[in-house]
């Protein structure tokens, strides 16, 4: 079974794990458009249940071959809106789909050169949280102190000075919310989890203050208050973090 959000009168529909995962950020600028979205999530029951690990790929494989679009994957996103649908896979490209037509990719092309370079660090910065939180068994205890001593500070630090150096610090680029606040912030809120206290006044200020502004951004916490908000797991229940 999956666990289906729908929600009336929906255009879009958002397909992933019923885990936060590289789906967070799409929530969030989905989120941040206000705009009505329907979720499919794989891996858990109706009621937000998770399934057994063996047992977490059967819907996605029933399922991604009945999608037209050419590279089925998870997430997975479906645009109705249109007289011709549009159906897209992979996280990067439904998150610049999205930015562009609910305005979330900045106001001129330097500021979209900006914001596709950092998603482009986000996301070489969140493969190797990946690559720590699934290494299973022994070994990540030898993974996690190389991760935190090592490979934490270093995007920590840079994404920091980058921040401190703007005229307006709640925003990495411009003065408003782009695609790439979202990225960024679920990154940094998963740091505060796996590395307790890698973010805070005292070490990284800017960093810290960028995350509360974002919280309290109306519609944002107003989502984190929310039924069908996710607060955990944030990887795979499998995972060495979770």
């Given at each position: 079974m999956v666990q289906k959000l729908i929600q009336h009168k929906a255009d879009i529909t958002l397909g992933y794990w019923g885990i936060r995962g590289l789906a967070q950020p799409i929530r969030f600028l989905l989120i941040a458009s206000d705009i009505s979205f329907s979720e499919v999530r794989f891996g858990v029951l109706q009621d937000g249940t998770i399934l057994d690990e063996s047992m977490e790929d059967d819907d996605w494989n029933r399922v991604k071959f009945k999608l037209e679009m050419p590279f089925p994957n998870l997430p997975y996103l479906i645009d109705s809106s249109e007289a011709n649908a549009i159906s897209i896979s992979q996280s990067n490209t439904i998150l610049r789909y999205l930015a562009r037509r609910f305005d979330f990719y900045g106001d001129s092309d330097i500021d979209r050169i900006e914001i596709d370079m950092l998603?482009?660090?986000?996301?070489?910065?969140?493969?190797?949280?990946?690559?720590?939180?699934?290494?299973?068994?022994?070994?990540?205890?030898?993974?996690?102190?190389?991760?935190?001593?090592?490979?934490?500070?270093?995007?920590?630090?840079?994404?920091?000075?980058?921040?401190?150096?703007?005229?307006?610090?709640?925003?990495?680029?411009?003065?408003?919310?782009?695609?790439?606040?979202?990225?960024?912030?679920?990154?940094?809120?998963q740091m505060t989890l796996m590395v307790p206290g890698s973010i805070q006044d005292a070490n990284r200020p800017a960093l810290s203050s960028f995350i509360r502004s974002f919280e309290k951004t109306p519609k944002i916490a107003n989502y984190i208050k929310s039924k069908n908000y996710i607060e955990h797991p944030i990887n795979s229940p499998w995972a060495s973090f979770t």
């Open positions: 998603q482009d660090e986000a996301y070489d910065f969140r493969n190797k949280i990946i690559e720590t939180a699934y290494t299973l068994g022994h070994g990540y205890a030898f993974a996690f102190k190389q991760f935190s001593s090592d490979i934490l500070p270093y995007y920590l630090d840079r994404f920091e000075s980058y921040l401190i150096n703007l005229k307006n610090r709640d925003f990495f680029v411009g003065d408003r919310l782009s695609l790439v606040d979202f990225v960024l912030y679920e990154l940094f809120w």
